[in-house]
């Protein structure tokens, strides 16, 4: 095997390009592709996966083929999507930094047809494309594919799942017989193997890897939890992550949107890129996360089809996709040159054999993890807090002006009281947004139920012990009229406390919230207070009421809703219209941090049970 880019026979101006950009040895892709092209008569089909190197492995020998005297087109390269196009382009020309007269064009929709037609006007030997925006310029005869020597198409069956079949052999028709001809593909589903043997003479196959086999540099994780919970169990897994940067994949543009909206909105470093944004909304999207302001890209399999970016560490599925192929793509755009990454699923129950189906598909078995507790995020946010402080550029000359007021402030401070507090900013933040939070992964049954249980040291509640009206030492029991039926959960407990209680420290205890009531603790000789404060309030159409709980008293969903203290003739609002208010609501309420003692809020509350609803509508 070659160990260098010259004994593959590259020029002397590629090598020089090649060792700019870092490349040291070529990859297997290109040690097979790049003598080939140079030197054999016969057609590539090469099948390889995202990030193995393809683009230098047709891109070097295309521009060493390019007879620079003449400004005819002489190499066509099909790309499936706007930003794959551009990102071939941009490699093309880094590739050809040290050759002289080689005019290399991107083609694609979404920009001034006008611009690209004078560029092409003015001779142009490499044309790379998208296959809509070529076939208008063909139909305009602003492209001229008569001198056409390579023609190459990249990522083949993603173009032929965006149905791009039609315009592949429109375009192919209009090109001479007499060329050299690369299929790049990460599957060979049939219709590349109809398009091989219909245009290419006797191919020649390489095989990077195995047939539909993931890279080995790519963990596969899978959580289960219930399909209502998913959106949680996102939270949990990108929390105990503080340095990811990956892709999230959604099934449909209006998730991907929500799902996007919802960790903006919590907090998160995240954005949207789907099919109903503008191409302005794409690039502006793109260019975050490239420069990596973006921590997290929600997106579709379409939208992110050749995307290519690098030194992702994670790729999530927060849906199984449908095509196996698909997943393989996926977890493709991490793991590449040499690095390592993790493919993450979310699953339900009910995906488990889609996963086995997956799992038998790549020849790759995925490891079952717990979704992260809370004890293990906060330990793993505290460690990047104080890895960041170790590595923060400290500006000593900016800062010197500064630092006497500030030592003599904090004078008083012992060096570990001074470490406990800066801590304490992160952590307390942490300690209240997960405090009581549920395990929310679905109990495998068997053995693994068992080790499960026996590894969990707090006893389950039971639900006297839950529905008791006794309170804590110190606290006093208060009875609300509402409940889960409601919409009604701790962020909105805390929400009406602070609201109606301005300026004041309201201690809360324990809180238990039952399908139409609830039932929480403050600290004693407040009781009185909140009720007061509550009184004739409502939630969301319905009139609250409160009362100091009584051990012994049955609380029936009759006297939960106290309907003699409802005033007659009141409209009420259905549940479902109930549940869409309090979830914006409940969203402002469960914002990281609150004031006072009202921090028994409860984050991981079911908001997103609608997913699960628009998924069976779906």
Not at 32 to 38: E, M, Q
Not at 294 to 306: C, N
Request: glycine content about 6%; proline content about 4%.
């Amino acid at each position: 095997m070659a160990a260098t880019f010259q004994e593959l026979g590259v020029r002397d101006d590629l090598l020089r390009a090649v060792a700019d950009l870092g490349f040291i040895a070529p990859m297997p892709v290109q040690e097979k592709v790049i003598p080939h092209l140079l030197n054999e008569p016969t057609d590539v089909v090469a099948l390889a996966q995202t990030g193995t190197g393809k683009t230098a492995a047709f891109g070097l020998p295309t521009l060493q083929r390019i007879d620079t005297s003449s400004t005819a087109t002489q190499a066509l390269i099909l790309d499936p999507t706007r930003e794959l196009c551009l990102q071939t382009a941009s490699d093309l020309a880094d590739y050809a930094k040290y050759t002289d007269g080689v005019n290399i064009l991107p083609v694609y929709g979404g920009s001034s047809i006008e611009s690209q037609i004078r560029a092409l006007d003015k001779g142009v030997q490499i044309v790379v494309a998208t296959p809509g925006r070529l076939l208008d310029l063909i139909d305009r005869g602003k492209v001229k594919l008569e001198q056409v020597r390579t023609v190459i198409l990249d990522e083949a069956d993603e173009m032929l799942n965006m149905g791009f079949v039609d315009d592949i052999n429109a375009i192919l028709a209009h090109v001479p017989e007499q060329r050299k001809m690369l299929l790049f593909s990460a599957t060979m589903p049939r219709e590349i193997a109809k398009i091989a043997r219909n245009y290419m003479h006797e191919p020649q196959e390489f095989v990077i890897g195995s047939r539909n086999e993931s890279s080995d540099n790519v963990r596969h994780i899978y959580y289960m939890v219930r399909a209502n919970d998913k959106y949680l169990a996102l939270k949990r897994i990108v929390d105990c992550r503080p340095r990811i940067y990956g892709i999230v994949f959604c099934r449909t543009r209006a998730l991907c949107q929500e799902i996007a909206d919802h960790l903006i909105e919590d907090g998160y470093n995240a954005d949207a890129l789907h099919g109903d944004l503008s191409q302005a909304q794409r690039d502006a999207v793109m260019k975050k996360f490239r420069d990596r302001n973006l921590q997290l890209l929600v997106a579709t399999d379409v939208a992110a089809r050749g995307l290519d970016v690098d030194d992702l560490t994670h790729i999530i599925s927060f849906n199984l996709p449908d095509d196996d192929d698909v997943y393989n793509h996926r977890s493709g755009r991490t793991g590449r040159a040499g690095k390592t990454g993790t493919s993450i699923a979310i699953i339900h129950s009910r995906e488990r054999n889609k996963l086995k189906q997956i799992e038998k598909h790549i020849g790759k078995q995925f490891e079952r993890r717990e979704v992260p507790k809370p004890e293990e995020i906060i330990e793993k946010q505290l460690y990047s807090l104080a890895d960041r402080l170790e590595k923060v550029d400290v500006q000593d000359e900016d800062i010197a002006a500064y630092l006497p007021g500030i030592a003599k402030k904090l004078s008083w401070l012992s060096g570990e009281d001074l470490l406990k507090r800066l801590l304490s900013l992160e952590f307390n933040r942490l300690l209240d947004y997960y405090k009581n939070a549920p395990v929310i992964d679905i109990v495998p049954e068997g053995k693994e139920k068992k080790k499960r249980d026996a590894a969990d040291k707090k006893p389950a509640r039971t639900k006297a012990e839950k529905d008791s009206r006794v309170a804590e030492k110190g606290y006093e029991r208060v009875f609300i009229n509402v409940g889960k039926a409601d919409g009604f959960f701790a962020p909105n407990l805390i929400r009406l406390i602070n609201q109606h209680t301005p300026g004041q420290h309201i201690g809360l205890g324990r809180i238990d919230l039952l399908s139409d009531y609830s039932l929480f603790d403050v600290q004693q000789g407040e009781a009185r207070q909140v009720i007061a404060a509550l009184k004739n309030e409502e939630f969301f159409g319905k009139r609250l009421y409160l009362e100091i709980a009584v051990e012994g008293k049955e609380y029936s969903r009759k006297k939960g809703k106290n309907t003699e203290h409802q005033p007659e003739g009141e409209v009420k609002m259905n549940r479902r219209e109930r549940r869409k208010q309090m979830f914006a609501a409940t969203q402002s309420a469960s914002k990281r941090g609150r004031r006072g003692s009202a921090r028994h809020e409860q984050p991981e509350d079911d908001h997103f049970a609608k997913f699960k609803k628009k998924k069976n509508k779906r």
